[in-house]
């Protein structure tokens, strides 16, 4: 097994590779690319997808919020080792979209990596980790209501990027970043959940 990733090039070029000679991946797949002791892939991954034009599939964001929404359970119970129903480990995608979509990623990627990384650690541990898990869950919740919107789930899920990003490069002005984009996103699904009840 690899060393767990440090950095968003890292995440994608692990997605390119296991797209490599196969006409589908599984979630599987990519979850076990990612190693086990690091949360921020498992929460960085399915959010990068779904900003990308794979989230523009209808139930794909909601798909992506669900399995976001499990990862975020266990990080908030304290599990070391992420786990995956079969079910969900069995999900295929096209391994031409996955390395489409990593491509298309890294340029986003060069910039994250140059900018965000090591600052104020201690918000990327303890405590702080279960606040972002359980924010994530909220922002989770915001995502049905918001498909029905072109590109409108796209915000909460770049909230929850931006959480994966900052616990994969251990960085705590990030965090802050996340949670300032996290109320955004829940202020937008509050008020679109408001405005159709």
Request: aromatic letters at 6%; one cysteine or more; proline letters at 4%.
């Given at each position: 097994m690899k060393d767990d990733p440090h950095s968003v090039g890292d995440i994608l070029d692990r997605l390119h590779e296991?797209?490599?000679?196969?006409?589908?991946?599984?979630?599987?797949?990519?979850a076990e690319a990612f190693g086990s002791r690091s949360y921020g892939p498992f929460l960085l991954v399915p959010a990068l997808i779904e900003e990308t034009p794979i989230g523009s599939i209808p139930g794909v964001p909601t798909a992506l919020a669900l399995i976001i929404?499990?990862?975020?359970?266990?990080?908030?119970i304290g599990r070391k080792h992420m786990w995956l129903p079969g079910w969900v480990k069995?999900?295929?995608?096209?391994?031409?979209?996955?390395?489409?979509?990593?491509?298309?990623?890294?340029?986003?990627?060069?910039?994250?990596?140059?900018?965000?990384?090591?600052?104020?650690?201690q918000l990327t541990r303890g405590p702080a980790v279960?606040?972002?898990?359980?924010?994530?869950?909220?922002?989770?919740?915001?995502?049905?209501?918001l498909e029905l919107l072109p590109w409108a789930s796209s915000l909460p899920m770049a909230a929850i990027a931006a959480f994966g990003l900052a616990l994969l490069v251990r960085d705590g002005v990030l965090m802050i970043v996340a949670s300032v984009l996290a109320v955004a996103g829940l202020g937008v699904g509050i008020g679109l959940a408001g405005s159709r009840g």
């Open positions: 296991i797209g490599e000679d196969k006409r589908h991946v599984t979630v599987g797949d990519i929404a499990l990862f975020a359970v266990q990080m908030l069995r999900r295929e995608i096209g391994a031409e979209r996955v390395k489409k979509a990593s491509d298309k990623l890294r340029g986003v990627a060069r910039f994250l990596d140059k900018w965000f990384h090591g600052r104020l650690p279960r606040v972002a898990a359980a924010i994530c869950l909220l922002l989770c919740l915001t995502v049905p209501p």
